[in-house]
């Protein structure tokens, strides 16, 4: 089984309603990096979460990272289409080689319908 | 504007063809990375450069042939690939490879289409 899990793999919301995405690890996170991407295009660097209980948000939309280290949610509010698109999670296990060790989740496509 | 810029965008080349990608940062990193990203599977890290070493090589096979000049450019060379191999390449830099909060900046990629 995938070492980090998304979830859901796909969603679709009216323009305005607020979402949550889900990441989830199987082991304890050093850290939890969000991004966004437009189909076929690049990442773009949304947010890094580094602490148990840390939450950063930026603009309407704020993760988060449970106490525990092992998960962490994405909340969109007031959605608008501009948010529409791949939502990834990437996550820094800590290995002792540095961020560039992150493993992906598969992502999460967002479509809002306005 | 990434920063991190990457050609061409779309390419689609035959199984007996050489080709290659191209990525080049603005941003003054000195690490860069290939990931290959095919459809419904998460990001797969390819390669690995910090100061123009490869620190990195994911049990790639040779057919793909990375090289790094320079800390600002980065190369793909594509030799005899196969129709599995198309997928989106992307290319991604960062301040420094070790140490949490070095955050990757990915270049918009390149499509690729084997044939």
């Known amino acids: 089984s995938q070492e980090l899990e998304q979830s859901p793999q796909s969603l679709i919301v009216q323009e305005g309603k607020n979402l949550t995405i889900n990441c989830t690890s199987s082991?304890?996170?050093?850290?939890l990096y969000w991004y966004k991407q437009k189909y076929g295009e690049g990442l773009i660097f949304l947010m890094m979460l580094q602490k148990g209980g840390e939450e950063k948000s930026h603009e309407k939309i704020t993760a988060k990272l449970d106490e525990k280290k092992q998960q962490s949610s994405l909340h969109i509010t007031a959605s608008q289409p501009s948010h529409a698109g791949i939502y990834l999670c990437g996550a820094d296990y800590g290995s002792g080689a540095g961020s560039y060790q992150l493993t992906f989740g598969k992502g999460t496509k967002l479509s809002v319908i306005p | 504007e990434t920063g991190v810029t990457q050609t061409p965008r779309h390419l689609v080349m035959g199984m007996t063809n050489k080709k290659s990608l191209k990525c080049e940062q603005h941003l003054g990193h000195n690490a860069m990375y290939w990931y290959k990203q095919s459809a419904k599977k998460p990001l797969e890290l390819m390669f690995v450069?910090?100061?123009?070493?490869?620190?990195e090589n994911n049990s790639v096979p040779s057919r793909f042939s990375p090289e790094c000049p320079n800390s600002s450019h980065l190369f793909l060379h594509l030799h005899t690939l196969q129709p599995e191999d198309s997928a989106l390449y992307l290319c991604a830099s960062s301040p420094a490879l070790a140490g949490v909060g070095d955050t990757q900046y990915f270049g918009p990629g390149t499509r690729l289409t084997v044939l």
């Open positions: 450069y910090s100061l123009e070493e490869r620190v």
């Open positions: 082991k304890t996170l050093y850290g």
